[in-house]
């Protein structure tokens, strides 16, 4: 009868604690803010190929980047197809806090320094804040150090300098595939004739496709706007329109390092020069093959936050 009475008073405080408990646990639920799940990795590196991507270095930390082209494929066997030539670009990019970041690139072609900064404005996220893409705001100055053609006529170092300004707008539909559309202006203090435009618009469109676990394939293309490209002299008596820039590339990833091989008709890699100084045409075989290696180092620790 007492072990009866025991096992009835036992069943009665199960009962009303698992009753207590549940009530405890459906008021903290209640009590539990909405959370917001931002997007992360829509593309690899801070380029797609050639081209800025909306992805920038994490807070703290540096990249440096060693960017390489080699000649031109139809420069035929005397000069092993390009092989035997080069431009490189040099470049760091600093991560200041979440949203901004900074750089700076000496170049090959022309004797190029360029500085940059990267501001994050929206991401793309999922939950209490709902928002369907990333944006950036790209913005960098160009430095050409060349010695001036004609000394002996009054040069200027503002004659020196070019500008670039882009809105990075990209979305990761899925965990192979993100999309970036890059509408940009470009400004340049000194142009070669008085028919050629200073500014020059133009609208790039540049995505990612994962095709394994540490590999994807990249592609961009940027499109100027008729009406602001400048010719170029092909000889003496004939001139013709630069080119729109199409890249080409595989990213693999190992760990702190990021390669990647492309293939583009542009050699320069920096924005005023492959977006509106490109001369040579896929279909003439003026291809470039060219690499980046991107190796990223942690300068400042994430703070832990307290327990």
Known sequence: ???????????????????????????????????????????????????QSVESPAAGTLQFLVEHDFGALNTGAYNMWGLDQSTIRLGLEYGV????????????????????LKAKIVRQSTGEKNMPVSMSFYGASFLNSMHFTDPSR?????SRMSYSAQLLIARKFSNSFSLQITPTYIHKNLVKTRGDNNDNVSIGIGGRYKV?????????????????????????????????????????????HVFQFRLTNAQPMFERAFITETTNKWTDGGIFLGFTINRVFTIVNPKVPKQ
């Not at 009303?16 to 593309?43: C, R, V």
């Open 1 to 51: 009868m007492i072990r009866t009475k025991i096992l009835l008073l036992l069943f009665f405080i199960t009962i009303i604690t698992s009753h207590l408990f549940a009530q405890d646990l459906m008021d903290m639920l209640k009590d539990e803010k909405p959370t917001t799940n931002y997007t992360s990795a829509t593309f690899k590196t801070t380029r797609i190929v050639l081209g």
């Open 97 to 116: 806090n979440d949203w901004l970041s900074v750089g700076i690139g000496r170049s090959s072609y022309e004797k190029t320094f360029d500085g940059s």
């Open 154 to 158: 009054t040069n200027y170092f503002s």
């Open 212 to 256: 394994a676990q540490r590999t994807s394939v990249n592609a961009e293309y940027f499109y100027q706007i008729p009406g602001f490209v400048n010719s170029y002299s092909v000889s003496a008596t004939e001139t013709a329109k630069y080119r729109n820039c199409l890249s080409v590339g595989v990213d693999l990833e190992t760990g702190g």
